[in-house]
């Protein structure tokens, strides 16, 4: 509830004596339902990347490795092992921009490093002043981390200024959604992507994303089915070059038997 994030801040800051809203009987609280996080991939991310400015490197990290904003901005040079090609997520940041475990223990993950997410991380090595084990990957000009508003502004404002519409509401996570996206429709099972995303379980994958995987399942049948149909046709009707030659063949012998009178 909006009014009562507002409250409970304005209580922490000395502004209100009481939240009102924390008054209210569970019966008398409004319930609105949230519009759901959408799926960001394809040209729509494009087009948004294309509008990141200075946050492009990590928003399109974000894109491709799936790791909450917390991970990716608590990620240390010393988690990333370029030789094995994996990210090994250990820490996330506050919003105080200081080191804090992570929520669960199955968020304490490898995650699969991409040539193309290398190649950014390269890049982003060679534009930092800070490249010690415990420093930052994604940090201010002095070393501290980044702030969470900020970046999810910067991600809002590349996000109105590509102009996309009609699919959602779109955040931060909504990469994280595309993240998952493209390896649900890559034909990955469940308990790969659950521990590529950190869940606590595969049920939790399965309660976000069942949808995508009976996406995938139903398109990787119906594939199979158009191409078997597809080949059983081609098995029973001529090929068009082999009636060619077979009406090319005709014409040659008949030019070859003697006519009467001739």
């Known amino acids: 509830m909006v009014l009562n994030q507002v409250c ?23 319930h609105g339902k949230a519009q ?28 491709y490795t799936g790791l909450r904003i917390g991970e990716a901005l608590g990620l240390r040079w010393c988690d990333i092992d370029f030789d094995a090609a994996l990210i090994r997520v250990r820490q996330q940041l ?29 890049h982003q090595w060679d534009a930092s002043a800070h490249r010690d084990g ?7 000009g002095d070393g501290r981390g980044l702030v969470y508003n900020y970046v999810a502004e910067a991600f809002r404002t590349a996000v109105n200024n590509a102009a996309i519409t009609g699919r959602g509401r779109l955040s931060l996570h909504s990469l994280r959604h595309g993240f ?9 099972n469940v308990m790969f992507v659950s521990r590529q995303l950190g869940h ?3 049920t939790t994958t399965l309660s976000v994303y069942a949808h995508l995987f009976n996406q995938a399942e139903h398109a990787h049948t119906a594939r199979a089915a158009l191409e078997a149909s597809h080949q059983t046709l081609t098995e029973r ?11 090319e063949t005709a014409v040659a012998t008949d030019a070859t038997i003697e006519r009467p009178g001739t």
């Not at 409970?8 to 609280?29: I, S």
């Not at 415990?134 to 201010?140: G, K, M, P, Q």
């Not at 009707?237 to 009406?247: I, V």
Request: net charge neutral.
């Open 94 to 122: 506050s919003r105080q921009r200081t080191p804090k475990r992570l929520k669960t223990d199955t968020g304490n993950r490898d995650v699969v490093l991409a040539a193309p997410v290398a190649t950014i991380l390269h």
């Open 237 to 247: 009707a001529p090929n068009p070059a082999d009636a060619c030659r077979s009406a």
């Open 180 to 188: 998952a996206s493209m390896l649900i429709a890559s034909g990955l």
């Open 134 to 140: 415990d420093d930052l990957v994604f940090c201010e």
């Open 8 to 30: 409970r801040y304005a209580l922490r800051r000395g502004w209100l004596a009481d939240n009102p809203v924390g008054r209210l009987e569970a019966g008398e609280r409004p």
């Open 36 to 63: 759901p996080v959408a799926i960001l991939e394809g040209t729509d991310l494009t087009r948004v990347l294309e509008h990141a400015g200075e946050h492009r490197p990590l928003f399109e990290f974000l894109a």
């Open 200 to 202: 606590a379980k595969p």
